[in-house]
């Protein structure tokens, strides 16, 4: 049955943001002092990461790592509400790769806590927000006839988009950072 793009409620859509906000909330407020207090444990625990990724982790300051949020916020905001999710009723394409990529990311973020045996920034909100959130605005564009069958590229799509924005994100702070 073909709906009309409006029949998913901007919840849905304009949610995506939301939930990202939470979430990206919570790694703003923990990230800093994460990375100082526990860097050094996990440089000897897993002493097979290459020194460049932990000098590259303990390098991000709070205004590079705050550029970087606010990059993302700009994907995300464009994915979700302005430029594809409402108009599009959660129909378009880049909107269901963002929200598959959000509820992916999240799936990260809890391999990284079972890796370190304990607490890393997301983890707390990924149970709480990411997942639920996306399960549920799934369910929605489900129902509402606008999410095809999931095929394995749309897992990969998900994941390339995750990784692609938060390194892009990242890469763009810290130009923005060299450059003043």
Partial sequence: ??????????????GLLA?????????VVTIPRWVRTHVPELRERFPGVPERVWRGLT???RREFG????????????????????????????????LD??????????AQAAAVRGYTPGSVTTPLVVLPFTLWARGRLRRAGAL????????ARGLAF????AFGAHALARRVRHAR
Avoid: I, Q
């Avoid at 049955?1 to 304009?14: F, H, I, K, L, Q």
């Avoid at 990529?101 to 809890?110: A, E």
């Avoid at 095809?148 to 897992?155: E, I, N, Q």
């Fill in 1 to 14: 049955m073909n709906r009309e793009p409006r029949d998913v409620s901007g919840a849905v859509t304009w």
């Fill in 19 to 27: 939930a990202w906000a939470v979430h990206d909330l919570e790694e």
């Fill in 59 to 61: 390098s991000v300051d």
């Fill in 67 to 98: 550029t970087a949020v606010a990059a993302v916020a700009v994907v995300v905001a464009a994915a979700a509400a302005a430029a594809d999710g409402w108009r599009t009723g959660g129909r378009s394409a880049a909107y269901r790769t963002a």
């Fill in 101 to 110: 990529g959000f509820g992916l990311h999240g799936l990260v973020h809890l």
């Fill in 148 to 155: 095809p069958p999931t095929r394995a590229r749309d897992v």
């Fill in 162 to 165: 995750a990784a692609t924005t």
